[in-house]
Structures are given as C-alpha cells and as structure tokens.
C-alpha cells in the first residue's frame, strides 16, 4: 500500500484526522448520554 504520488501522505493524514473527527464526536455523544443518565433531575 505505498503510492508514490504527490502529496500521497497528505491523504492519509486527511484520512487519520476524518476518522479522529468522528471518533472524537461519538466519545462526546456517549459522555453526554452517560451524565445525562447519571443526572437526577
């Protein structure tokens, strides 16, 4: 899997930082389902 085209490393970082986006937006969704769970009001 090694493309020797221009900016080919350019890809893979925008690839990392699209799936860390979204990793970092379900982890925020479950810390808000769990402290409105745990919240008694």
Do not use: E, R
């Not at 020797?4 to 970092?24: A, E, M, W």
């Amino acid at each position: 899997m090694c493309f020797h085209i221009p900016c080919g490393d350019c890809l893979v970082i925008l690839y990392s930082f699209t799936n860390f986006i979204d990793g970092v937006k379900m982890v925020k969704t479950v810390a808000i389902n769990l402290l409105t769970s745990i919240d008694p009001s």
